[in-house]
């Protein structure tokens, strides 16, 4: 899987893959909690612990600049199911995500915060759920614990927003508690702030997505990483989705479309200014729409141009990169 984090050292996913296939994996993103990471893994072993599945945690460092990663290697050192991994740098949420995933070897993954908001006791609800037939299981924190104003507000609108452009209704999308099978994180690239849009990123496969209330607690200790500017990134990534979504694999029907309009509109007030000229006897030199018809005409040639090379490139990228444009959902042969 492609992920966009060439910088990151990461081990190979040939290595990541060896040994027994656990059934479960945990990925965790992790940046300046050395505050919560204790507790974090006090309350996974209460979770996991008795449940009698093969797990194992993916803890990701990303470019924490506190004593984080100390205390995430004193519990590898003391539980080797636990893996870390430290970023270089910080390298954000999504390619944090993505690096777990590519380390992960578990049949169903999950990812969960690290700052003890999300609770590790809904993990086996969350696997009951997948065991009904979903690919993905969404977490909604029905009873969230964080400011209306500056976090409520905002994911209320975004949620309603992207669950009408993207076809797949959730009310919590900014959950990171999710379940995922693993035929979803090996068919998703994640980039930019894409890791909150994988249910609808996935919707293109034909998964089925279920969502499950669960437990949300107040943060305990530090502060939020987040705030009201992370709201215009999550716009833009939702444009791409929407984008990738109904055009990636024919984007002339939206650039076409556009510059068929333009065109269009540019030839036709381009005959009626010339039927004014030529029947009507009115001069052209001083009129606008002059300008106008000739500024839409050029304007929807640029557009199926675009459309064009769109085209070329969408070709190149599933040939070049053997990716198929339809997803199996089983085979029997």
């Not at 452009?165 to 990171?176: F, N, P, Q």
């Not at 029947?279 to 052209?284: E, P, R, S, T």
Request: net charge positive.
């Amino acid at each position: 899987m492609s992920t966009g984090t060439n910088a990151v050292s990461l081990p190979s996913k040939s290595n990541a893959t060896a040994g027994e296939t656990p059934e479960l994996s945990v990925v965790i993103p992790v940046y300046n909690e050395e505050e919560s990471v204790a507790p974090l893994y006090a309350s996974l072993e209460a979770a996991l612990s008795g449940s009698g599945l093969d797990y194992e945690v993916i803890l990701i460092d990303d470019g924490s600049t506190d004593h984080t990663f100390q205390k995430l290697t004193a519990i590898h050192n003391l539980d080797s199911r636990y893996k870390v991994a430290l970023f270089r740098r910080n390298f954000g949420q999504t390619a944090a995500m993505a690096a777990g995933f590519d380390l992960s070897r578990g049949k169903i993954v999950v990812t969960m915060d690290a700052d003890l908001q999300n609770d590790p006791q809904d993990i086996p609800q969350l696997l009951e759920k997948m065991a009904e037939g979903y690919d993905i299981v969404s977490g909604w924190r029905k009873k969230r614990r964080d400011k209306f104003l500056s976090r409520r507000l905002p994911s209320i609108a975004a949620n309603w927003l992207i669950s009408r452009v993207s076809g797949v209704s959730l009310h919590d999308y900014g959950c990171t508690l999710k379940a995922y099978s693993r035929a979803v994180i090996d068919n998703v690239s994640l980039y930019g702030e894409l890791h909150r849009f994988i249910p609808a990123l996935a919707s293109s496969y034909g998964v089925r997505v279920a969502e499950l209330p669960v437990n949300h607690h107040a943060r305990r200790f530090g502060k939020s990483k987040y705030g009201l500017s992370r709201t215009i990134r999550v716009f833009l990534d939702l444009i791409t989705v929407k984008f990738l979504l109904s055009y990636s694999t024919k984007p002339l029907q939206i650039f076409g479309l556009a510059g068929v309009i333009s065109a269009g509109l540019g030839f036709f007030l381009g005959v009626f200014l010339s039927y004014q000229r030529l029947f009507l006897g009115i001069a052209l030199s001083s009129r606008p729409l002059l300008l106008l018809a000739i500024l839409l005409i050029f304007v929807g040639v640029q557009f199926i141009s675009m459309g064009l090379l769109g085209e070329m490139i969408a070709r190149t990228y599933h040939e070049t990169q053997n990716k198929p444009i339809y997803a199996l959902r089983d085979y029997l042969n």
